[in-house]
């Protein structure tokens, strides 16, 4: 144990982990939007991060940005690649409920059907990348890790007292914070989100009222979608790679970090978020790395031994503005 | 006609019951009149993150088989392929299956030591040989022998030395930061490093296989300040480790073990791989018949042990010219072979290993992604 490690540069490390933790509650929100309307787990939430952080590499590679791209370059790659990353994010989270999970709906399937099918569909996205693709176009896809070029130059910005900030974290976490502020206001204000917001508070009554229950799910999976895309753009900035499998670790992180904060409930994501990122990143400096996800789930257990709805606790539907 | 309908049935099944035996004596003394039959199985990492240390020694192994076979026509041994992805859970059945299939006559592999590790009981208790080209835990010879396990490399202990030697000798660093990856691999590797530096270890630090992020090592880097860093590990994490190194500004010597030795490395790790120093006990392969025929066969160089893996063929297909055609014989084969293979000296001991003199380890640097050999490290 090195306290001394973590104390010496807490500045530091708490900012590496609402960097790390600013990516969870990006791919959280996710999780929680579906849970909140649907009581649906959405296991497939972590391949359409992963899809997203490949749409992000097409994106790059088409448009030949790299590190020695220019200035403008950098910036149309970037915006290019945010859209591009959203659109097919989102794109995957529809098609996902349009395929798998509405016939089931239809026919009014049990709880247990709904998660086994979003296991499936996250396994059939995770084969397609790893497999499918690599059978027909080669590499990249399959499954080794792939290098994904970074227009974007690491730069530190500031040294405050010794803690470096560098452009990358700065992105993420404002990036980050931005783009779940706008969420929350959309859920809050508009009249879309009032919909959202009565469906998940009781889906029949909301659908008496003359919400259409179907657009409100719909929205739901492409506004989780688009977060997850927004996601894996950071994450590919801050990482610089990608792989058919790295939705897994981080979807369980991201879900994690939504119970946390408490499910169905968008702030909570958030606090869960950057809670799981700074739990570890100070777990892997005061003992190592290997103990940060012991150390996560700890945490997870006593705030969930103290307060089972999770830290914010309120659900989506309660929720207000 | 009920009697006659049941008569037909037993005369149908009696013939049936006839023919069958007639065909299985039939093979057998087919079995029997070819001198030479047999499968050799291949196990390891076919595809994922890691395959790229696997596959040429693959290509290595079915190059031996086609030279070997051209002169020995009248054979018929087959090389079966059995993709575990490296991994010990995917490894056991696919041990069973070759262990109860007495067609397999050996095993090439496993290629990494955690499979390995997982199986050599399995495969003890068939009496199957097995010959690992690229498996370099210390602990499957020197702690847990096997009797049917041999390798043609050298092992982690020795490989260890080696790194220690080019950190302080080659590099001449005087602090090293030490990482491994907590696996059976990766850690009793870098304890070996850790342990023959001695003093020269500034810091350490443990990471998880399947880690991406890698901010809390970096801290631990910039703040111990060494002039050199090593990692125990494989290429999915090695890659954005190095990445995530090099974004900070960290700038100094990365050498890690052949866990790193494949052409993965530089693809998965890009600019920030450039010269990054990979140790391997496998010895490069430049100009003389193999590379050209590896080439020629392959279209590629020999990569990642390719030529361990033509040796361990080698030593299989001498034991079937010889009449080693059962598990037994074969066994005995292995266990009395003394040849000059591709790559060294081969010749095992008890253990299973070959002569520590024989073993020669060499540091590789990256080159514009490409692994190109730097200088052999000498023991001595």
């Known amino acids: ?321 | 006609m009920r009697l006659n309908t049941r008569a037909g049935l037993g005369a149908i099944a009696l013939a049936l019951t006839v023919t069958a035996t007639a065909c299985g004596s039939t093979e057998d003394n087919t079995a029997a009149a070819s001198d030479c039959e047999g499968k050799i199985g291949i196990m390891g990492a076919l595809s994922g993150a890691n395959s790229s240390i696997v596959l040429p020694s693959v290509d290595g192994a079915k190059l031996a088989l086609k030279q070997w076979s051209e002169e020995n026509s009248d054979c018929n041994i087959e090389i079966v392929e059995f993709d575990t992805e490296g991994d010990p859970a995917k490894a056991t059945p696919v041990a069973t299956k070759m262990a109860t299939d007495d067609t397999f006559l050996g095993v090439m592999g496993g290629a990494f030591s955690g499979e390995t590790r997982a199986t050599k009981s399995i495969f003890g208790d068939a009496g199957l040989t097995m010959i690992s080209q690229s498996a370099t835990a210390t602990d499957l010879t020197q702690e847990d022998p096997s009797p049917v396990f041999h390798r043609v490399v050298g092992y982690d202990d020795i490989q260890g030395q080696a790194i220690a030697k080019y950190l302080s000798d080659v590099i001449g660093a005087k602090k090293v930061f030490v990482i491994d990856n907590s696996d059976a691999y990766g850690e009793p590797l870098a304890a070996m490093v850790s342990s023959e530096l001695g003093d020269l270890v500034v810091a350490s630090d443990k990471t998880q296989v399947a880690q991406t992020d890698f901010s809390p090592t970096i801290s631990k880097i910039e703040s111990a300040q060494p002039d050199a860093v090593f990692y125990g590990g494989y290429i999915a994490e090695a890659s954005p480790l190095l990445k995530q190194m090099r974004d900070a500004d960290i700038q100094i010597p990365f050498i890690g073990g052949d866990g790193l030795y494949g052409a993965g490395f530089g693809e998965a790790t890009g600019k920030a791989g450039e010269g990054a120093i990979i140790t391997c006990p496998c010895v490069p392969i430049e100009g003389g018949t193999f590379a050209e025929d590896f080439e020629a066969e392959t279209g590629e160089a020999p990569g990642a042990y390719a030529a361990e893996g033509f040796d361990a063929m080698q030593i299989f297909l001498d034991g079937i010219a010889d009449g080693a055609l059962t598990r037994e014989a074969m066994e005995e084969f292995v266990d009395n072979y003394d040849a000059e293979g591709k790559t060294k000296q081969i010749a095992f001991d008890e253990n299973g290993d070959v002569a520590v003199e024989n073993v020669v380890i060499w540091a590789y640097k990256v080159v514009d992604g490409e692994l190109v050999p730097d200088q052999e490290i000498s023991l001595g």
């Open chain 1, 1 to 321: 144990m090195d306290f001394n490690a973590l104390f010496g540069d807490l500045g530091g490390h708490t900012l590496d982990g609402l960097t790390k933790g600013s990516v969870y509650a990006l791919v959280a929100l996710g999780y929680t939007m579906v849970y909140g309307v649907l009581r649906l787990i959405n296991f497939a939430h972590s391949e359409v991060f992963m899809v997203g952080t490949w749409t992000v590499l097409g994106v790059y590679t088409v448009l030949g940005a790299d590190d020695t791209s220019g200035m403008g370059m950098v910036i149309f790659a970037t915006l290019a690649a945010l859209v591009a990353a959203v659109v097919a994010s989102a794109s995957v989270a529809l098609a996902v409920e349009r395929i798998a999970y509405k016939p089931l709906r239809k026919k009014n399937a049990p709880p247990l059907i709904f998660l086994i099918t979003a296991i499936g569909c996250s396994l059939v996205l995770v084969e397609i990348f790893g497999h499918v693709l690599r059978f027909f176009f080669g590499p990249p896809f399959g499954r080794a890790p792939v290098n994904v070029p970074s227009p974007i130059q690491t730069v530190v910005l500031l040294d405050v007292g010794g803690v470096r900030i560098t452009n990358v974290q700065v992105f993420i976490v404002v990036g980050a914070i931005l783009m779940m502020v706008a969420l929350d206001q959309f859920v809050n204000k508009s009249r879309l989100g009032r919909g959202v917001r009565a469906v998940a508070q009781d889906a029949d009554t909301a659908a008496l009222m003359g919400v259409n229950q179907d657009r409100v799910i719909m929205l739901v999976f492409v506004l989780g979608g688009a977060m997850a895309g927004v996601a894996a753009l950071l994450y590919t900035i801050a990482f610089d790679l990608t792989k058919f499998d790295i939705g897994f670790i981080i979807g369980i992180k991201a879900f994690t970090a939504a119970v946390l904060g408490g499910i169905g409930n968008l702030r909570g994501a958030l606090v869960g978020g950057l809670l799981l990122g700074i739990v570890e990143v100070y777990a892997s400096t005061v003992f190592n790395s290997s103990w940060a996800d012991v150390t996560a789930f700890i945490v997870l257990v006593l705030v969930l031994m103290f307060k089972p709805t999770g830290l914010l606790g309120e659900s989506l539907g309660k929720a207000r503005a």
